[in-house]
């Protein structure tokens, strides 16, 4: 190889050198640059780092009609509930006060009835009527089928003009065609007493609940001569009305059936009082509450 030749090579082999110096320092200077902005994030690191909340959980979107699984189901036979106790429904000693004179004195009746009433007593001394209280034959008080607990009623015997004030506390009478039944000192104060029976006008005055709306409602049904005749209709009433509550309990040498629909529901209790078919008796419809 000639002298200029050799030269060249020389200087190609130095410039190819300084070449990759080059491209290395440049690197170098690169690598230093991201070294000090690292350097510089690290001086703050005394900071927490602000951590994003995650976006909120997305709602299931709603079922679809045919796409709703079906309920799970108990292998075990769920037992049916007892019914609800119905709570008692004080009244004053004596049945009514003075304040419930006042307020018959002042105000309108926004009900009134008329039909026939009738007094009872013994074998009942002693026992707690509907509406938890014991019975008694001086108490101002009487019984209705259907007026809640507690309702204050002024009742007026249509034959002598006679009149009284008295509460409901009990339910009856359940016999077709009468209204009420009064205690011994209603029915002396009413004049109902000694004729036994009278036709008379009920006008309620206050009731403790709703008449037209709400309450709890049953059938009673009866009365009947066997004990027999009452079980053979509380099995019938338990096969139609599966999910109702029916007892078969004895009453003054008699017996008696009584349905309370599911939720003691008044549109169900007025259906079965409607289409029943006791063998003996009728079919009341009666307000528990």
């Known amino acids: 190889m000639s002298g200029e030749a050799q030269a060249a090579a020389g200087d190609r082999r130095r410039g190819g050198g300084q070449g990759f110096d080059r491209s ?9 640059g991201l070294a000090l902005v690292l350097l510089a994030a690290s001086g703050c690191s005394h900071r927490q780092p602000v951590v994003q909340a995650p976006p909120p959980q997305a709602l299931p979107p709603p079922a679809q009609p045919g796409n709703v699984p ?6 075990q036979p769920q037992p049916s509930l007892p019914a609800a106790r119905i709570p008692p429904t004080p009244t004053p000693p004596g049945g009514i006060t003075a304040d419930d ?4 004195a002042t105000h309108r009746p926004i009900l009134t009835q008329e039909g026939l009433a009738t007094w009872y007593t013994a ?10 209280q014991v019975f008694d034959d001086y108490a ?9 607990m507690g309702t204050l009623i002024q009742v007026t015997n249509l034959e002598t003009g006679q009149t009284a004030a008295m509460r ?3 339910r009856g009478p359940f016999v077709e065609g009468r209204i009420l039944d009064m205690t011994m000192a209603a029915a002396k104060a009413t004049g109902v007493y000694r004729a036994g029976l009278a036709q008379v006008r009920i006008d309620v005055y206050e009731t403790p609940k709703s008449i037209n709306s709400g309450g709890r409602w049953c059938v009673q049904i009866g009365a009947f001569h066997s004990e027999r005749a009452a ?11 599966a999910d109702s509550n029916v007892i078969e309990f004895p009453g003054e040498d008699s017996y008696w059936v009584r349905i309370r629909p599911e939720g003691d529901n008044r549109a169900m209790a007025e259906y079965i009082a409607r289409h029943v078919q006791p063998s003996e008796g009728e079919a009341f419809l009666t307000r528990l509450d």
Not at 123 to 132: D, S, V
Not at 140 to 148: S, V, Y
């Open 168 to 170: 409901i506390t009990d």
């Open 70 to 75: 079906p309920p799970a189901v108990s292998e």
């Open 24 to 32: 290395l320092a440049g690197n170098c200077a690169a690598l230093a």
């Open 123 to 132: 074998p009942y001394k002693g026992r707690r009527t509907a509406n938890g």
């Open 101 to 104: 004179l006042d307020y018959i």
């Open 140 to 148: 101002m008080t009487a019984a209705h089928r259907t007026l809640p």
């Open 231 to 241: 079980m053979k209709l509380k099995e019938e009433l338990l096969h139609t009305y």
